[in-house]
């Protein structure tokens, strides 16, 4: 064979070669589109799928959202008028408390004037029976003893009503709320 016959036979060999090659190479890029659209129907039914369960669930969770948010409203507006109801009701109660224990040692003290009143009117009595300034004048030590005792227990009882008046006073000022100086 001459180079001609042999580039020629080169030549239909390269063709062929080519065309399998071509013919090769069309078959890979038609399964690769088969293969493509295969997939992308699949996403698509997926896609479709998940767009009808996002549709399902927003009508469905929308209104149990809504109706979820009207109960815990009415709830935080049920718990709020309760706390205010309460904290009235402790003031309230609060006052009330303070109120008896005011009274409660306004009684004390009443009790423990209405005591050094009649500790003073025993006493004056018990001075009525003393021994006679007559017989204490003869003793003149004795005297003075009796008088200084009889001035040191008058002052104390006379302190102690003082005391227990300007407090039962100034209680009383407190509870009506009047700002009176003292007497």
Not at 158 to 172: C, H, L, N, P, Y
Request: aromatic share 4%.
């Amino acid at each position: 064979m001459t180079i001609q016959g042999w580039n020629l036979l080169f030549n239909a060999g390269i063709f062929a070669l080519m065309l399998v090659g071509g013919l090769w190479l069309k078959y890979i890029v038609d399964q690769q589109l088969k293969a493509k659209d295969a997939a992308m129907k699949v996403l698509e039914s997926t896609i479709k799928g998940n767009e009808a369960e996002i549709s399902a669930l927003r009508s469905n969770t929308a209104p149990a959202i809504a109706q979820a948010y009207a109960v815990m409203k009415q709830h935080a507006e049920d718990v709020t008028g309760e706390a205010l109801r309460l904290a009235e009701q402790v003031r309230k109660l609060s006052e009330e408390v303070q109120d008896t224990e005011n009274l409660t040692r306004l009684d004390m003290l009443l009790g423990e004037t209405t005591g050094l009143l009649v500790a003073l009117k025993a006493f004056k009595e018990n001075l009525e029976q003393s021994p006679s300034p007559l017989l204490l004048a003869q003793e003149p030590q004795r005297m003075l003893a009796f008088i200084n005792g009889c001035n040191t227990a008058l002052e104390q009882v006379a302190m102690g009503v003082r005391d227990r008046s300007k407090e039962i006073r100034d209680t009383v000022r407190a509870q009506t709320g009047t700002a009176r100086s003292a007497d």
